[in-house]
């Protein structure tokens, strides 16, 4: 049987058309049952300043060039964040900063305003056994008396176990990005890069001192 | 039949691996484990690094060697800097392997092979220095390799502080 040219087309085009419509229905939609909220369960301690300043973060800036940055697991239905995820980062260091009074309370009373570019939130490629976490972000840290500026980078990991139930599989996942999302917050907050940026910084401006510490608190 | 074959021996591997540290107490008050560098000509890409320093740290908190694993370049406090440790290294070999030669043969297995230096925090004395050399089917993912080599070397550590303690 020979088919005409028309008939072949139709044929074609039929054909694009349900597997478009296959695609489409495959693509995971946000729904409560597999949206996830993280957050950090306490906040994380800051390194101590000897001359503590008050921080203040003025923007958050997505740079991972993800087009979905709130689908975390394309497999199995999907796995949605609940906010956006440099929505979930800010608060994290907020609440860490508010922890130990280190936040201020506007920008203009800050004594470093800090600009953040988040380059990672969320699964990374792993063996395929486990699931790998990964929050990966930079700081640009401005004292806003002199202008000048300090990079300090920050990044966290997480390895948490596979799952073949979808339960657990949001469970574990959940787990690690909070997991990630800690470890992230620890880094940037009790990294040497931070306490440099604060010392290269504080040089320049007026950073009130607010408490002395005790030599046996001052981070190596 | 030989995938199944395998996967059921990198499993019991793995579970081996992580079943081995229950009543080891911590020698270290940190460990700061660092990313390691490829010595020229090794060809594995930045995400199997990225990959490798997440699974030593997780291997690492499993170990219990120490209490408190800390991220790449965290500051330490002074009096915890003598019972704390860096890690660092350098994969010094790394073999694609072949899929045929592994078939036909049983030889062109994927093989890598890393050294770790262990040193102490405060004086960057070297405590001990790890060599670690895995080998994987080639059909497998290099990451595989990443999570029994960040196993190998948390298995030498606690053999050797284990014993000094």
Redesign the interface.
């Known amino acids: 049987m020979r088919l005409t040219g028309k008939a072949a087309l139709s044929f074609v085009l039929a054909g694009i058309a349900c597997a478009w419509q296959t695609q489409g229905a495959d693509e995971p939609k946000p729904k409560p049952e597999n949206t996830v909220s993280v957050h950090l369960t306490e906040p994380v301690p800051p390194q101590k300043f000897a001359n503590p300043p008050k921080f203040w973060i003025k923007e958050m800036a997505d740079r991972s060039g993800n087009p979905q940055p709130m689908l975390v697991l394309h497999s199995r239905g999907g796995i949605f964040l609940d906010r956006q995820p440099t929505v979930i980062v800010r608060e994290a260091l907020e609440e860490s900063l508010k922890s130990a009074n280190l936040l201020a309370a506007d920008a203009d009373s800050a004594d470093l305003v800090i600009r953040i570019y988040l380059f990672h939130f969320g699964l990374a490629e792993g063996s395929g056994l486990d699931f790998f976490g990964k929050v990966e972000f930079s700081a640009i840290v401005k004292n806003p008396k002199t202008g000048e500026t300090a990079e300090v980078k920050a990044s966290g990991t997480s390895i948490a176990k596979g799952a073949a139930r979808k339960k657990n599989i949001q469970k574990n996942v959940q787990e690690d990005l909070e997991e990630s999302l800690r470890d992230a917050t620890r880094n940037f907050l009790r990294g040497q890069q931070l306490k440099d940026a604060v010392t290269l910084l504080s040089k320049g401006g007026e950073v009130a001192p607010v408490a002395p510490t005790k030599p046996e608190d001052k981070p190596h | 039949m030989t995938k199944r074959i395998g996967w059921l021996i ?1 499993v019991l591997a ?1 579970a081996a691996g992580s079943a081995t540290a229950k009543d080891v107490t911590p020698v270290f008050k940190t460990a700061e484990a660092t990313h390691f560098t490829g010595a020229e000509g090794v060809e594995l890409t930045p ?1 199997f690094y ?2 490798f ?3 030593l ?2 291997e690492l908190k499993k170990s219990k060697l120490v209490k408190d694993v ?12 003598e019972k704390s440790v860096v890690i660092s290294g350098t994969v010094s070999e790394y073999k694609k392997g072949s899929v045929v030669k592994s078939r036909l043969i049983g030889f062109g297995m994927r093989s890598l092979k890393m050294d770790a230096d262990v040193t102490r ?2 004086d960057k004395q070297a405590l001990c220095v790890i060599h670690v050399h895995v080998k994987v089917d080639p059909s497998w ?1 290099e ?2 390799m ?2 029994f080599a960040a196993q190998e070397i948390a298995r030498q550590m606690r053999k050797e502080f284990a014993q000094k303690k």
Do not use: F
């Not at chain 2, 800390?70 to 800097?81: K, L, N």
């Open positions: 990198l793995l995400s990225d990959y320093y997440a699974e740290r997780d800390v991220g790449e370049g965290e500051a330490v406090d002074d009096a915890d800097a925090r405060s993912n990451k595989t990443a999570k």
